[in-house]
């Protein structure tokens, strides 16, 4: 998905990229407080973007993706005049523009509801401060809250909230003059949904994960036949070894 097609417009200025080529050199632009987890960030002040080196570096997605996503957020950020967002709005529709689909959304998700482990949206501001389960979780509910923003409520007013956002207002009130909700109502509506939505129902409903799990328990199966097979024929090799002997 473009970005100048989702606003209708660009960025002013060129993007720089850098590829650091080790942590030392990755914090010295970014910080010493960015999660070890994290592989790029974007500095939209500076229209910088800094990634880690994919050669050195484990990547649970590919680079296009990475740079993608950290692009959406100097977009966005440069949308608001550089305000502060709430880290899932600014997160989510990072990944809703840089089109990431995650396998296991409805298994971790799930899990969440049933545990009863699902984070708040206000909980996502401190996110670079959670392990990296509990952030893969909070970016998974990020991108699922901003995607269901755009298909509830559309995508002119989710326009229309980054529209009252740059003019000054904070979360609750630019969500109260955009759908008539306050922050806490749409983040209850939101996790209702999830509920509704991601259960071990939705799981066991899931073609894609159901097919994988059938495979898995296939593989299993080969493998606790094979294991017994091979029992079997030592006890038969035993067997005829102790014949000879007598």
């Given at each position: 998905?473009?970005l100048s097609d989702f606003f209708g417009d660009s960025l002013a200025f060129p993007v720089s990229i850098f590829v650091t080529q080790n ?92 545990t009863g482990s699902l984070v708040n949206l206000t909980e996502i501001d401190s996110v670079n401060s959670f392990n990296s389960p509990k ?112």
């Open positions: 998905m473009e942590d030392k050199q990755f914090d010295s632009l970014v910080g010493e407080n960015f999660p070890d987890w994290g592989v790029g960030a974007a500095i939209p002040s500076q229209y910088l973007i800094v990634v880690k080196s994919p050669t050195k570096h484990n990547y649970f997605k590919s680079l296009p993706e990475v740079l993608t996503h950290e692009l959406a957020h100097i977009f966005l950020g440069n949308k608001v005049n550089r305000q502060d967002l709430p880290r899932w709005l600014d997160e989510g529709f990072a990944m809703y523009i840089a089109q990431e689909r995650r396998w296991d959304v409805v298994l971790s998700v799930a899990k969440a509801v049933f952030a893969h979780l909070a970016y998974l509910e990020s991108y699922l809250a901003v995607n269901y923003f755009i298909q509830i409520y559309g995508r002119d007013s989710f326009k229309e909230l980054i529209s009252n956002l740059a003019g000054g207002e904070n979360i609750n009130s630019a969500l109260v003059k955009t759908i008539g909700l306050d922050y806490r109502r749409f983040s209850d509506e939101f996790a209702g949904h999830l509920r509704r939505k991601y259960n071990w129902t939705s799981f066991f409903s899931d073609s894609l994960l159901l097919w994988l799990m059938l495979a898995f328990l296939i593989v299993m199966l080969y493998f606790v036949k094979k294991s017994k097979t091979k029992k079997i024929v030592k006890g038969w090799e035993k067997e005829e070894h102790w014949q000879k002997e007598e």
